[in-house]
């Protein structure tokens, strides 16, 4: 065993001093798991001050569906480097623990709406803040809780730019999975998108999405994705399958896409869709699309700190104007979110920024770097 894996261990016992483990019984009303996979366990614990203070990542109330149950039992939730523990009140020694490797969260994209889910290879939470701020609170400090057990500090940036950005959402027409390529279920098609990409998933299969969302940074783009006689070019970002009704593929000019299957592609950058065949025939430089003159590019962010306390270094393209856009979430009785999300998938996310839950001093950092 090596040093870092010994003092994981280490603060994991200063973090529960006194441990016995036990199976819940089926009686427990908090043992509800998605398609009974996983029983989790139940276990005393006295949570020492000093090693909970060094992980400690959020704390506070919570309502937790249970079961078929819309209204929430409420619940104290404490948010610890790659685990969740929860109980009934605040100062309660028996605590139910859920471990957060692979794992993912996803915000509900319901209007109005203040719930999230937490999902586990073996366990699905759905929970329920008390406003929609608090939410997005929330689903950050899981992601980074969720991840950061898979990541040193070194690699903060990479991790972060490649992970996806889930919101519970339904479809008006047949969607497909982008993980295990079946249909999601339901007649409207229910289950996970990327708020950035559209990257579909069942909730049972989001913790195996590859992270593969749009690029960010230079540093994020693959070497072989990098154009080697352009610094500020770079090649298609492609993404399979549920393209646009009425989709054409660029290449030979034929409708393609399908509601049966999972086929064809589609650029995340200039919106270019092609078939499977056309794709290893269709020229491999993006162009960025009919945004280009609006878009910054990732090839031209060279440096940036994700956290928003280092600093930004990037270039300007050539006949370019980029955009810098600051949205309030909460406008317009909260469609404000759905502006968010499309001027994400329009531009580089790394132009968009939410009012609400970062305000303005990292935009202003970026103008100063950049614009």
Not at 15 to 42: C, I, K, P, Q
Not at 73 to 86: D, I, P, S
Not at 226 to 244: F, S, T, V, Y
Request: aromatic share 8%.
């Amino acid at each position: 065993m090596d040093a870092g894996s010994k003092g994981g261990d280490e603060d994991d016992s200063k973090v529960l001093e006194t441990l016995v483990d036990e199976r819940t019984s089926s009686e427990s009303d908090d043992s509800e798991t998605e398609n009974g996979l996983g029983a989790f366990t139940r276990r005393m614990s006295t949570i020492l001050s000093t090693g909970r203070k060094a992980r400690l990542v959020r704390e506070g109330y919570l309502a937790k569906q249970s079961g078929s149950f819309q209204r929430g039992k409420r619940r104290y939730f404490t948010l610890l480097r790659g685990v969740l523990f929860f109980s009934k009140e605040k100062q309660a020694t028996v605590h139910e623990k859920i471990d957060l490797r692979n794992a993912s969260v996803a915000a509900c994209g319901a209007k109005g709406s203040h719930t999230f889910t937490v999902i586990s290879p073996h366990r699905t939470l759905v929970l329920i803040a008390d406003t929609r701020k608090e939410m997005e609170e929330w689903v950050s400090a899981f992601q980074s809780a969720a991840s950061s057990i898979n990541r040193s500090e070194n690699d903060l940036e990479a991790q972060e730019t490649g992970a996806h950005h889930w919101f519970a959402c339904s479809h008006a027409r047949p969607t497909y999975c982008n993980v295990c390529h079946d249909a999601l279920g339901g007649v409207t098609s229910s289950g996970l998108s990327c708020e950035v990409c559209r990257f579909k998933a069942h909730k049972r299969c989001a913790v195996y999405a590859s992270n593969n969302c749009k690029w960010l940074a230079r540093k994020t783009i693959p070497s072989e994705k990098l154009c080697p006689e352009d610094q500020l070019a770079m090649k298609h970002q492609w993404i399979r399958g549920n393209l646009p009704t009425g989709s054409k593929c660029a290449a030979c000019d034929r409708a393609c896409g399908s509601a049966r299957r999972l086929q064809d592609w589609r650029c995340l950058w200039c919106k270019t869709m092609v078939h499977d065949d056309c794709r290893d025939i269709f020229e491999d430089k993006c162009d960025l699309g009919p945004n280009r003159v609006s878009i910054l590019p990732p090839t031209a962010i060279l440096a940036w700190d994700v956290s928003g306390h280092g600093r930004v270094e990037a270039v300007r393209s050539p006949n370019s104007s980029p955009l810098l856009v600051f949205v309030n979430s909460k406008s317009g009785d909260n469609h404000g979110i759905k502006f968010l999300r499309k001027l994400k998938q329009l531009l580089n996310p790394a132009q968009v920024f939410d009012l609400i839950t970062s305000g303005p001093s990292i935009g202003y950092e970026w103008e100063c770097a950049v614009f």
